[in-house]
């Protein structure tokens, strides 16, 4: 019987880990002043206990702490499979290690404290682990999985934001800093005490009044074990729940005849990982993308209907009814499914691991440019000249589109995709294409001047630019796969690409990216037009040259 939801229970790991990773970081933080002196890590710790060791610190502190292991130790329990991604199987192996390696530091540093009255303090926390080298091997192998675990976690949650492409190199450098600054302020802090005891015994007197008062030895260690038995005791009797036979067994089908045989409880998603079965699933089965998703073709009556969680992803993507995300399903009889997003037939074993691989959706400006009569050109002139001449023009076009902040996404014939706002603000995109479109311009100009005498006619562009929401991920199959994009942004991106040719003009764009690049285009053309395949109608400037654009964008620093 369930009596938190599927979404609470997520919600409640979900806000307990973001409590203990902020306790986590702060707590490096004061370790990393050791690498200024002793002094500043007491300093540090004052402002950090007069938060985290006063009533209501200490309430939301072991709180998060008894519900984020609780909600653990729950999910394990409801894992049908110990088959994972290696990343889910670090995460909680981390997870379950830390009780052992964190016990000896919990018991020094808060009970012995709370039952003798006498404060912890960086000086005797130092000397106690540095004059052990097992004391400081197990702390910095702790202070090390806290901070995996933490960033495993925190990665989890966040890869799939669509925020998170803009601040990734800003997160991985904490996540790689944070740790390394807190193991030399532990070690700078510690030879640093050395040196104070030697020279006016300061910190070295405090060290020893409190060694002198400490807590019973024997009784310290048997509080230590109890924590041990009763952490081994809480994960042991889960993995024994979960390892019981089930009251029965159920069977999921597979269109080529695949079968996974499984207990009662056993998601869709689980139940293929349990037979060895490729099913793609980003998110690492939290409900929170639709990859794992499959369509329910025999058995679905009789099934609990969607959670919320599971609903709301199927609303957002117009699934019908007999679709349903694999990873949140558990079928209570046998049933015959086909993964939507299938890893054999789509060939996409390779990229699922990459991290952009799943797809997220988010606001981009798209670039779309070609070359005139270029067939034309190239008839009159050898191959070799041909290729190099475009080899010099995608050249122009990659670095117009770099240089801008944009990224090609592909060459198509004589033209070019490019993307904008992949990591920069929706409006930083627009004004980014707007720049792009004008380099272009620029450089087409550069080219003709180059080429004059060898070309007939001079090279023209035509160029479609467009902003809004698009599907971002990796598409393609094979060594063809690569990051790109699809939806009604691109469609009409290209399709004023199409329209400026139409026009005999060199860019079309439309109104709405414009204004977004909070730039003027006031003294040109402006049309209201309907596009095949679009129901609504788009304003759009239509310009002769591009490179009339440098008149209203801003001035570059």
């Known amino acids: 019987m369930t009596i938190i939801s599927a979404s609470t229970r997520k919600k409640t790991h979900l806000i307990s880990g973001a409590v203990l990773g902020v306790f986590v970081l702060s707590h490096f933080t004061n370790h990393s002043l050791g690498l200024i002196s002793i002094g500043a890590m007491e300093a540090g710790r004052r402002v950090f206990t007069f938060f985290w060791q006063s009533i209501p610190g200490t309430v939301l502190l072991y709180g998060a702490l008894l519900l984020h292991f609780v909600m653990a130790l729950d999910s394990l329990y409801r894992r049908q499979t110990l088959r994972m991604p290696i990343g889910e199987a670090l995460k909680i192996a981390f997870g379950l290690s830390l009780p052992f390696l964190l016990i000896p530091h919990v018991v020094a540093t808060r009970v012995e404290p709370f039952?003798?009255?006498?404060?912890?303090?960086?000086?005797?926390?130092?000397?106690?682990?540095?004059?052990?080298?097992?004391?400081?091997?197990?702390?910095?192998?702790?202070?090390?999985?806290?901070?995996?675990?933490?960033?495993?976690?925190?990665?989890?949650?966040?890869?799939?934001?669509?925020?998170?492409?803009?601040?990734?190199?800003?997160?991985?450098?904490?996540?790689?800093?944070v740790p390394?600054?807190?193991?030399?302020?532990?070690?700078?802090?510690?030879?640093?005490?050395?040196?104070?005891?030697?020279?006016?015994?300061?910190?070295?007197?405090?060290?020893?009044?409190?060694?002198?008062?400490?807590?019973?030895?024997?009784?310290?260690?048997?509080?230590?074990?109890?924590?041990?038995?009763?952490?081994?005791?809480?994960?042991?009797?889960?993995?024994?729940?979960?390892?019981?036979?089930?009251?029965?067994?159920?069977?999921?089908?597979?269109?080529?005849?695949?079968?996974a045989a499984v207990s009662l409880g056993f998601s869709v998603l689980e139940a293929s990982r349990a037979a060895g079965f490729p099913h793609v699933s980003v998110c690492g089965g939290r409900g929170r993308c639709s990859t794992c998703r499959v369509r329910v073709i025999e058995g679905l009556e009789g099934h609990p209907a969607p959670e919320a969680a599971e609903f709301a992803t199927l609303s957002r993507i117009g699934a019908p009814d007999n679709v349903r995300l694999a990873c949140q399903f558990r079928p209570t009889h046998n049933v015959t499914v086909v993964p939507i997003l299938d890893t054999d037939s789509l060939g996409i074993k390779t990229q699922i691991a990459r991290q952009n691989g799943g797809g997220r959706e988010r606001r981009v400006a798209v670039l779309f440019c070609d070359l005139r009569d270029f067939t034309r050109i190239a008839e009159h002139r050898l191959p070799y000249d041909t290729v190099f001449l475009l080899n010099r023009y995608f050249a122009m076009i990659g670095e117009a589109v770099e240089g801008s902040g944009g990224v090609v996404d592909k060459f198509i014939g004589d033209g070019a995709l490019a993307i904008f706002g992949l990591k920069s603000s929706y409006k930083d995109a627009c004004l980014q294409s707007?720049?792009?479109?004008?380099?272009?311009?620029?450089?087409?100009?550069?080219?003709?001047?180059?080429?004059?005498?060898?070309?007939?006619?001079?090279?023209?562009?035509?160029?479609?630019?467009?902003?809004?929401?698009?599907?971002?991920?990796?598409?393609?199959?094979?060594?063809?796969?690569?990051?790109?994009?699809?939806?009604?942004?691109?469609?009409?991106?290209?399709?004023?690409?199409?329209?400026?040719?139409?026009?005999?003009?060199?860019?079309?764009?439309?109104?709405?990216?414009?204004?977004?690049?909070?730039?003027?285009?006031?003294?040109?053309?402006?049309?209201?037009?309907?596009?095949?395949?679009?129901?609504?109608?788009?304003?759009?400037?239509i310009l002769e040259n591009a490179g009339a654009i440098s008149n209203a964008l801003p001035a570059e620093d």
């Open 434 to 541: 707007l720049t792009a479109a004008m380099r272009l311009s620029e450089g087409v100009e550069a080219l003709n001047q180059t080429f004059e005498a060898e070309l007939q006619q001079p090279l023209r562009l035509a160029i479609g630019l467009h902003a809004g929401r698009a599907i971002i991920g990796e598409m393609g199959y094979g060594q063809a796969t690569s990051l790109t994009a699809v939806g009604d942004t691109i469609n009409t991106a290209s399709r004023l690409e199409g329209l400026a040719k139409e026009h005999d003009a060199e860019l079309a764009v439309s109104v709405e990216l414009v204004n977004r690049a909070g730039v003027s285009l006031e003294g040109n053309r402006r049309l209201d037009i309907g596009l095949r395949g679009r129901q609504a109608r788009l304003e759009i400037w």
């Open 115 to 177: 039952l003798t009255g006498i404060g912890a303090d960086y000086p005797g926390i130092l000397r106690a682990q540095w004059s052990s080298s097992v004391g400081t091997t197990r702390q910095t192998i702790a202070l090390l999985f806290v901070w995996s675990h933490a960033c495993l976690g925190a990665w989890f949650w966040t890869r799939g934001r669509d925020w998170f492409p803009r601040y990734e190199i800003l997160l991985y450098t904490v996540a790689l800093l």
């Open 180 to 259: 390394i600054f807190a193991l030399l302020g532990f070690v700078n802090g510690a030879r640093s005490l050395v040196r104070d005891y030697a020279e006016h015994g300061a910190y070295g007197d405090t060290a020893y009044v409190n060694e002198r008062q400490r807590l019973d030895p024997a009784l310290a260690e048997n509080i230590r074990l109890a924590f041990y038995a009763g952490f081994a005791g809480l994960i042991g009797g889960t993995l024994a729940l979960r390892a019981m036979p089930a009251r029965g067994r159920i069977r999921v089908r597979y269109p080529d005849g695949r079968v």
